[in-house]
């Protein structure tokens, strides 16, 4: 399968609809289909949120957290919103979920996914999935 996806861009008002392929696409499926991985994704669409505060809005253990959220931000799914640096100099990143909405049809031949960026981090999605399309820069 490949390790590149298609995105196709549709302007609908101010929101933006996306067509997922290849592997997004694959990943997207299997994380709508993951609770853990859908109570995270659900959790950080309207906020960026530290693991810390999805593990305890979400009643998850830290480390499952941690672990899912790695996950999710390689795969494009979850983006780094930011860096904090508190007081004391402790750094932590807040996450928040690539997509708004997410649309999955399918029928005996083919699964398609479409999914509405999330106004705030669709540039973050768009710059990291362009950049693993188009090495180049194109």
């Not at 990943?27 to 960026?48: F, K, N, P, Y």
């Not at 508190?86 to 398609?112: H, I, M, P, Q």
């Amino acid at each position: 399968m490949s390790q590149t996806t298609s995105l196709q861009k549709k302007e609908l008002g101010k929101e933006t609809r996306v067509v997922l392929g290849g592997m997004l696409a694959k990943h997207t499926v299997s994380a709508i289909s993951d609770e853990l991985s859908r109570r995270i994704l659900v959790a950080t669409v309207s906020e960026g949120k530290t693991a810390q505060e999805v593990s305890v809005e979400q009643a998850l253990p830290l480390s499952s957290c941690y672990r899912r959220i790695r996950e999710l931000v390689d795969q494009g799914l979850l983006v780094v919103e930011r860096i904090v640096v508190n007081a004391e100099g402790k750094r932590y990143a807040l996450y928040r979920s690539s997509f708004k909405t997410v649309e999955v049809f399918a029928d005996f031949g083919e699964v398609s996914v479409s999914a509405e960026l999330n106004a705030d981090m669709g540039g973050k999605f768009r710059q990291k999935w362009f950049c693993l399309s188009y090495p180049d820069g194109r």
